[in-house]
């Protein structure tokens, strides 16, 4: 009895640490999901947008896209930006000129106006396709978060940063505190091991924006917690006949 009271702290501390880790990156696959989905549908892929991760409400920023001419001759493709609003979504036109195998970036200013779903900002930029050169299009997701005063990346980098510390200060308390560890000890920490890495790898697969990945990581820790919670905490092994 005396064990698990010691033990509790130590709980609730990884606990804390998975969960923060979990929110944060289902939060990031939710906006990527749902810009994937709004606008105008574009099969095509392949242009480069630079976008916040998170941002305050009390923040604006720019979305940058970098529009390259791959070909050898002058073209004038149309870009084409939708940006979410409350209800509805703006569009925004803009005709580029650009030189043989010519780089332009062109940006856009995003603040609260923009706010959809009460979290995100959405945005879709398809660069038309003109003569032989491809049509293409990007997309991102931005998350709107508020903690304290707190800018969005401060709040991003506070997130990560508590999310690896909570769940490695209550793995090291909860081992010190079973030393010596006993078989179902020794099962507890390699199982507990393996969701911490499941979990720590979809919080960093959520900053690149690789959510397809993220997705799948954040559903296997699913798993593993439930597997967690009824081999170790419903039914333990040293209670089993």
Known sequence: MKLRLLSLPAVLLFTAGVLTQLIFSSSMVWAEMEASIFGTQITAGGLNLSCPLMLSSSESSTVIATVTNTLHEQVSPLVTTEISKSVGYQSLNEALTLAPYQTRTVAWSINDTDVIFGRLILVHVIQGGYGDLALRHGYCG????????????????????????????????????????????????????????????????????????????????????????????????????
């Open 142 to 241: 931005i998350l709107i978060f508020n903690l304290l005063n707190l800018s969005g990346n401060q709040s991003l980098i506070l997130f990560v940063f508590a999310g690896l510390i909570l769940v490695l200060a209550g793995g090291v308390l909860w081992r010190r505190i079973h030393e010596p560890l006993d078989d179902a000890a020794d099962q507890t920490i390699k199982a507990c091991g393996g969701l911490t890495g499941v979990t720590t790898l979809a919080l960093f697969t959520a900053l690149p924006r690789w959510w397809g990945l993220t997705l799948f990581l954040d559903a296997f820790a699913l798993i593993m917690i439930s597997v967690i919670f009824t081999d170790f905490l419903l039914f333990p092994r040293h209670n089993r006949s």
